[in-house]
Each structure stands twice: as structure tokens, then as C-alpha cells.
């Protein structure tokens, strides 16, 4: 079971540029966080871009293989 964090200053104690550097210090790593996924859209593309003409080459054997079927 996870122990409680307590922490060893009090809120309280920070000061207005303590808050605003904390607050910073957040800002930035979710920020970074976030550059990584602007690839992703494009990922998204390629990936249904395959899955359909895939599909497609599925169909268009199969409807080649039934007129084949037909003719005989």
C-alpha cells in the first residue's frame, strides 16, 4: 500500500516567486511531453492508408477469383 507523501514545507511557507518557478518548472515538462506526438497524425494516415488498400487487393482477388469461377 503506498505510503502518504507528506511534504516537508508547508505551502504556506513558499513565497509569490517560489509559486510562479514551481509553476514554471511544470509548464515546461508538460509541455515537452507533448512534441513527441506531432507525428503521430501522420503515423494514423499511413497505417489506414495501408489497412484500405489492403482491403482493396482483398476484394479485387476475390471478385477475380468468383468471375474465374464463373467462366468455368
Known amino acids: 500500500m503506498a505510503k502518504k507523501h507528506e ?3 508547508n505551502i504556506e ?5 517560489e ?3 514551481a509553476i ?5 515538462t508538460s509541455a515537452r511531453g507533448t ?3 506531432d507525428d503521430s ?3 494514423i494516415c499511413i497505417s489506414l ?3 484500405l488498400l489492403g482491403c482493396l487487393g ?7 477469383l468468383f468471375a474465374f469461377l464463373a467462366r468455368v
Open 13 to 17: 511557507d513558499l513565497t509569490n516567486p
Open 35 to 37: 512534441e513527441g506526438n
Open 24 to 28: 514554471r518548472y511544470l509548464e515546461q
Open 49 to 51: 492508408l495501408i489497412l
Open 19 to 21: 509559486t510562479y518557478d
Open 58 to 64: 482483398f476484394m479485387f482477388t476475390h471478385w477475380r
Open 7 to 9: 511534504s516537508k514545507r
Open 41 to 43: 497524425g501522420l503515423v
